[in-house]
């Protein structure tokens, strides 16, 4: 056999493991390299973020499972509804893991300052976005972007300027997601609303801020 045949399986091996504890190092790793380049974005203004976020989905390709932390590390997430989440973070990025019961939902929220990518990790998740075009006294204008049913593997981002506001709803089985978010300032995180839309999907909308924050 050539020599360059053997270093390729030495370099395919360890993401072919299928012992639990080969998984969640796996996992540990990846997500670290996402915190590591994340930390090296000194402008933020000026980076490209689509590159970015394709960049970061990317990454969780890689992995073929995305090791789970223990169930009794989530916690009721403040604004869903039947949603537990469990949260870590690394210097400027959240990894915020979701369980929704059948039917679960998050609420309409923004992103404030910052941009995401979601992976289903279990379940069926449906999901509808809004761009925000302009915030006055009187609210939020907003504008149809995005409407996605997603299974188990599926990825999507948001940006700051795109898809920022949006609603994740589980289908009848429940869901598990995985949030990478990027925070660009200390301010950086989500302000819930209520969205009133015109009877067309593709007519604007009206948000109005409510109170709460809490994460994805
Ligand atoms: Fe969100």
Redesign the pocket.
């Known amino acids: 056999m050539d020599s360059w045949m053997i270093n390729l399986t030495r370099n395919i091996w360890p993401f072919r493991l299928t012992q639990r504890d080969a998984f969640s190092q796996c996992t540990e790793d990846v997500l670290s390299e996402i915190a590591e380049k994340a930390g090296s974005l000194k402008k933020p203004d000026a980076i490209e973020e689509e590159s970015y976020l394709l960049w970061v989905m990317g990454r969780l390709m890689m992995l073929d499972k995305v090791a789970i932390p223990d169930p009794a590390l989530f916690q009721v997430h403040p604004q869903g509804e039947g949603v537990r989440v469990c949260r870590k973070r690394a210097g400027s990025v959240e990894f915020c893991f979701l369980m929704f019961e059948p039917d679960g939902y998050?609420p309409y929220?923004?992103?404030s300052d910052c941009n995401?990518v979601?992976r289903v990790l279990g379940g069926e998740v449906t999901t509808r976005n809004y761009d925000l075009l302009e915030q006055t006294l009187e609210g939020m204008v907003l504008q149809p972007s995005a409407q996605a049913w997603m299974t188990e593997g599926r990825m999507a981002s948001?940006s700051r300027h795109r898809d920022n506001v949006?609603?994740?709803t589980a289908g009848p089985e429940g869901a598990v997601v995985l949030?990478v978010?990027t925070l660009f300032s200390h301010d950086a995180g989500?302000r819930y609303m209520k969205v009133t839309a015109s009877e067309q999907w593709s007519g604007l909308a009206q948000g109005q801020l409510i109170n709460g924050e809490g994460?994805?």
């Open positions: 998050i929220h923004d992103h995401g979601m948001l949006h609603q994740v949030d978010f989500c994460g994805a």
